[in-house]
Every structure is written in C-alpha cells, then in structure tokens.
C-alpha cells in the first residue's frame, strides 16, 4: 500500500482557517481582495461578474458592497473564499491582541 504524504498545514491567517473550519463565523469582505484583468476591475469578486470598473477608485466608490455576502445575494449562499473571507479575517486579527499573537506565533 502506499504511503500517504500529508501536505502539512494550510497555510493563512488562523481566524480564516477557524472559519473554514466552522469554528468563526464572519461576513464578506468583497472588496478586500480585487481582481483585476484586461476588463478592469472586476464587481463584487473574481467568483461573480456583475460587471467591471475601469478604476480602482470607481470599483470602491461605485460598487453597492451591502448587495453582497451571505443573506443579501443567493450566489453568496455557500460562499466561504478566500477573496472575501480572508480579509475579514485578517481585520478581526489586527483588532485583537490575543489573535495577533497567535498569528505571530504560528499556532
């Protein structure tokens, strides 16, 4: 039989992974993460396309946010990417001490 090789951890912010793991629960950062391509900056995410802004600026200031995330648009039912998961994430880290360290830290 053969050897099974475990890819080690996932890597990313430990609040994203307690998500992923249904141990937090988090709303959608959209705009945390753009994507751009040769269309422009693509709306809300690179998983939907609800069209595209030709600048940054327009993207932030012209794209209704509150429209999208679980709750608000039946595409974002199932939705836990990194694209607007991890962002909230990452922001919950930076407000709280305890979970800075314990990013610092690896754990």
């Known amino acids: ?6 890819p ?12 992923l793991e ?4 988090f709303g959608c950062t959209a705009w945390g993460i753009p994507s751009y391509s040769v269309f422009g900056w693509q709306r809300p995410c690179y998983l939907m396309s609800d069209g595209y802004a030709k600048t940054y600026r327009e993207l932030v200031e012209t794209t ?4 999208y995330g679980r709750g608000r648009d039946p595409r974002c039912a199932n939705c836990m990417a990194h694209c607007g998961y991890e962002p909230t994430a ?3 880290t930076m407000g709280s001490l305890k979970q800075s360290l314990r990013a ?4």
């Open 1 to 6: 039989m053969p050897e099974v090789i475990s």
């Open 8 to 19: 080690g951890p996932i890597p990313g912010p430990p609040l994203f992974l307690d998500f």
């Open 22 to 25: 249904g141990k937090a629960d």
């Open 64 to 67: 209704d946010w509150a429209r």
């Open 90 to 92: 990452v922001l919950a």
């Open 104 to 107: 610092l830290s690896g754990a």
